[in-house]
């Protein structure tokens, strides 16, 4: 067989030029462009067709330890992805196939052999939806799976709190809950998101924090009081559920996106010894640490997928030149759904 031949392909890349404080902007970013390679012995080449934004991408901008090591500066831009295989020079993936990978935020991903296994790359089936596997079937479902499971022990009969509900972690975790018979309260920005929540996704209430009083909305559609709270904000919100936690309560950390773009310290809980009368806890959750049994989290929710049980929502924005831009549509609640960064039709 001839060799595909790449003459002439430029590969499309963004890349961190500095370190943001407060919200990233287009100065933050670089753009590039190099000639694409044919991959080595063992290695494939993957066309990127669709890129998860992540608000983790926030953390990974800055410097400093965390649970991965910051973006280095010039460095093209972390990102998982959904891409087609189109060259390969390894036996356990076909030219064609779709597979979920890290493949950074560029038009075409080169992957050597010793990189397939750290990139996490697996196939996919293209037939569940390729957005899907950016959002229930990918990290963010496997996030909400786990850590609500895991961390959050749901018992039938409990109420589970989860903010950001509308978007990736925070739709299938109130799901997962939903199935796992709990009574399931969402908090969201805005009335569209929350008439989302109950109305398709059968949450039992939602409350809007940008519009209503949370106290309130958390002691009017949770009277038995929070057994679990999955925070995906932290800040105020994460402050005002404390109050409302019954004795046994698990509280699971899961993000705290309401802080990442500060330039002044994390606001902590100031109300932390309701842990204390409650006898609850709080336990952070890092969705990587489950990376060996993600294929039990992805069976068990694409069967829901299938029989229509569970519903995934992506919103998808097109063109590898927006992404500065389209980033930011996490942190001001732009996003109605997984935020995916469209890179090209397959
Ligand atoms: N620990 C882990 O392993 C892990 C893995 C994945 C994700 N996460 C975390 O999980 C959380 C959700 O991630 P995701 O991917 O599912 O994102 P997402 O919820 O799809 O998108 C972010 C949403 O956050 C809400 N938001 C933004 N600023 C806010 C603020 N100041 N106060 C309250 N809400 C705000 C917005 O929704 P509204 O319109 O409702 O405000 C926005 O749509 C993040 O904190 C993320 O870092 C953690």
Redesign the pocket.
């Known amino acids: 067989m001839t060799p595909p031949d790449f003459t002439g392909l430029d590969n499309h890349q963004v890349r961190l030029a500095s370190r943001p404080e407060g919200l990233p902007t287009r100065a933050n970013w670089q753009f590039s462009t190099q000639p694409v390679a044919a991959p080595g012995p063992g290695g494939v080449l993957v066309k990127t067709l669709y890129l998860s934004l992540?608000?983790?991408m926030r953390g990974w901008m800055n410097e400093g330890k965390s649970y991965i090591a910051p973006v280095e500066i010039g460095a093209v831009m972390r990102a998982g992805g959904i891409g087609r295989v189109v060259a390969s020079n390894n036996p356990a993936f076909a030219v064609g196939d779709h597979v979920n990978a890290g493949l950074d935020v560029q038009t075409y991903c080169l992957i050597p052999q010793d990189q397939i296994k750290r990139s996490g790359m697996f196939k996919v089936d293209p037939a569940l939806g390729l957005t899907t596997w950016l959002n229930l079937l990918g990290?963010?479902g496997m996030?909400g799976y786990f850590?609500l499971l895991e961390v959050g022990l749901p018992k039938p009969g409990e109420t589970v709190v989860v903010?950001?509900?509308?978007?990736?972690?925070?739709q299938t975790v109130g799901q997962i809950a939903k199935i796992r018979g709990c009574r399931v309260v969402g908090i969201?920005?805005?009335q569209a998101?929350c008439d989302w929540v109950v109305n398709e996704l059968g949450f039992d209430a939602c409350i809007d924090?940008?519009k209503g009083d949370v106290k309130a909305g958390l002691k009017q559609h949770c009277p038995n009081g929070v057994d679990i709270y999955f925070d995906?904000?932290g800040?105020e919100?994460l402050d005002l559920v404390l109050t409302r936690i019954t004795r046994g309560a698990r509280i699971v950390i899961?993000?705290?996106?309401?802080q990442y773009n500060n330039t002044t310290p994390v606001k902590g809980p100031a109300n932390y010894l309701s842990l204390l009368v409650n006898r609850a806890r709080m336990e952070?959750?890092?969705?990587?640490d489950y990376a060996d049994r993600y294929h039990l989290g992805i069976a068990e929710m694409a069967g829901y997928l299938k029989a229509g049980t569970m519903k995934s929502r992506e919103d998808v924005v097109w063109g590898l030149e927006t992404f500065p831009e389209t980033l930011l549509k996490?942190?001001?609640?732009e996003?109605f759904?997984?935020?995916v960064l469209g890179v090209a039709k397959d």
Do not use: E, Q, R, W
């Open positions: 992540d608000p983790a990290m963010p996030t850590g903010s950001g509900a509308a978007g990736a972690v925070g969201a920005g805005g998101k924090y940008k995906n904000v800040g919100i899961c993000g705290a996106i309401s952070g959750i890092v969705v990587f996490l942190f001001n609640g996003n759904g997984k935020l």
